[in-house]
Nanobody
Framework: QVMLVESGGGLVQAGGSLRLSCAAS????????MGWFRQAPGKERDFVAS????????FYADSVKGRFTISRDNAQNTVYLQMDDLNPEDTAVYYC??????????????????WGQGTQVTVSS
């Protein structure tokens, strides 16, 4: 069992930045991959970024590549999503997720076993 708690969402103007955090508890944190997803109203939950168990391999959706950075601190059992140059299309509920079956990056929703409650990110124009 893994429990995930996100924080750091909020309202920001276009061009601004936010950093999301996700604190994990339960299983040994440095044994599994982590990811971030987002879901806008009326849309499916989309992949944003993933990081492997050790933090030295990452993968991003094309829509956020070059603007978002995923990282993890295994000593603090926390994964982060630094979001820069935000635009209104980034508005969504952001979820962190744990894939305990995989150690390397994974991009499909079904590969993730545990999910946080989500945190709202709203970007105004």
């Amino acid at each position: 069992q893994v429990m995930l708690v996100e924080s750091g969402g909020g309202l920001v103007q276009a061009g601004g930045s936010l950093r999301l955090s996700c604190a994990a508890s339960g299983r040994t944190f440095n044994n599994y991959a982590m990811g971030w997803f987002r879901q806008a109203p009326g849309k499916e939950r989309d992949f944003v970024a993933s990081i492997n168990y050790s933090g030295d391999s990452t993968f991003y959706a094309d829509s956020v590549k070059g603007r978002f950075t995923i990282s993890r601190d295994n000593a603090q059992n926390t994964v982060y999503l630094q979001m820069d140059d935000l635009n209104p299309e980034d508005t969504a509920v952001y979820y962190c997720a744990a894939s305990v079956r995989y150690r390397n990056v994974v991009i499909t929703t079904r590969a993730y076993d545990y999910w946080g409650q989500g945190t709202q990110v709203t970007v105004s124009s």
